[in-house]
């Protein structure tokens, strides 16, 4: 099988999985998903756009992997600010391990730009219906050390940066048509959001062309942190090292579940709850 992964929901097609993306080194080269789409056919992801073409979809990357730029992009220096160094990773698809219409698992290397793993991971796309207008995606991820010592996990924040820009783990580049508007059962906006750990994490917007969405993320693990930006630009991360490193230790591998559903429409905080309550965990 040679064309690109597709998931499927109800005989429609709404996620394809590019696996080895033809890319500039600079752009963190990475599987991503990338349209993903509700139901109803509507866009809700982003990749290579103009203001950061390093934002690919939906995709799980890190900026500083043992001084490794796996993210793209320039990397921020302590005392210095962002910088383009000669410091790109890939993340490499190694092997599949099963491909069907709605789930995908397969062996990846995150690997420096000399080809030297650092970590290695197994990971598994599912994607389930959720009612007629939504369905879930589940991405499971275990990351293991491939140098045979702790391998660390950073951030533009961890290395400096002012401002709460702490992204890099699970992130996802919406599309939409003016700001989007993010919320938890808390809170609602960029700046009350961005930092926090509440369970569950909902961007709602238009796409360019009509469709309104709502995408509702889960998944924080111990530690992790929401980065959530939609001034600048719609996108949301699990963020894994938001204001301190995290560490995937020697003999140790650290384990990770995203879960987002994605519905069709201006989904209200009331039904959001209700919808996450209702999903079962398998």
């Known amino acids: 099988?040679?064309?690109?992964?597709?998931?499927?929901?109800?005989?429609?097609?709404?996620?394809?999985?590019?696996?080895?993306?033809?890319?500039?080194?600079?752009?963190?080269?990475?599987?991503?998903?990338?349209?993903?789409?509700?139901?109803?056919?509507?866009?809700?992801?982003?990749?290579?756009?103009?203001?950061?073409?390093?934002?690919?979809?939906?995709?799980?990357t890190v900026q500083d992997v043992n001084g490794v730029n796996?993210?793209?992009?320039?990397?921020?220096?302590?005392?210095?600010?962002?910088?383009?160094?000669?410091?790109?990773?890939v993340i490499a698809h190694t092997g599949w391990r099963e491909r069907t219409a709605d789930r995908l698992d397969?062996?990846?290397e995150w690997r420096d730009r000399h080809g030297r793993a650092l970590l290695r991971e197994h990971r598994r796309i599912t994607a389930t219906p959720a009612g007629e207008d939504?369905?879930?995606?589940?991405?499971?991820?275990?990351?293991?050390?491939?140098?045979?010592?702790?391998?660390?996990?950073?951030?533009?924040?961890t290395n400096g940066r002012p401002g709460g820009a702490g992204y890099g783990g699970f992130f996802w580049r919406a599309v939409a048509d003016g700001e989007?508007?993010?919320?938890?059962?808390?809170?609602?906006?960029?700046?009350?959001?961005n930092g926090s750990a509440a369970p569950w994490l909902a961007l709602s917007a238009s796409a360019p062309g009509g469709g309104a969405y709502t995408l509702v993320f889960t998944g924080l693990g111990s530690g992790d942190r929401w980065f959530v930006r939609t001034a600048m630009y719609p996108g949301v991360c699990v963020a894994y090292a938001f204001d301190s490193p995290a560490v995937v230790a020697a003999g140790?591998?650290?384990?990770?579940?995203?879960?987002?559903?994605?519905?069709?429409g201006h989904l209200d905080p009331a039904d959001?709850?209700?919808r996450v309550d209702a999903a079962v965990i398998r």
């Open 1 to 60: 099988m040679t064309a690109e992964p597709r998931l499927v929901v109800g005989g429609v097609e709404v996620a394809r999985y590019l696996v080895r993306p033809d890319l500039d080194p600079r752009h963190g080269p990475r599987p991503y998903l990338h349209p993903v789409r509700t139901r109803a056919g509507t866009p809700v992801t982003d990749a290579l756009p103009a203001d950061h073409v390093w934002h690919l979809g939906a995709s799980l």
């Open 70 to 89: 796996l993210w793209g992009g320039r990397t921020y220096v302590r005392g210095t600010g962002y910088t383009w160094r000669d410091d790109h990773g």
């Open 106 to 108: 397969h062996d990846l």
């Open 134 to 157: 939504a369905w879930w995606l589940d991405l499971s991820a275990t990351l293991t050390s491939a140098t045979g010592a702790d391998v660390r996990l950073g951030s533009p924040a």
């Open 180 to 193: 989007a508007l993010v919320r938890t059962a808390e809170a609602a906006g960029e700046e009350a959001v």
């Open 252 to 264: 140790r591998p650290r384990h990770n579940r995203h879960r987002v559903l994605v519905a069709d």
């Open 272 to 274: 959001i709850a209700g």
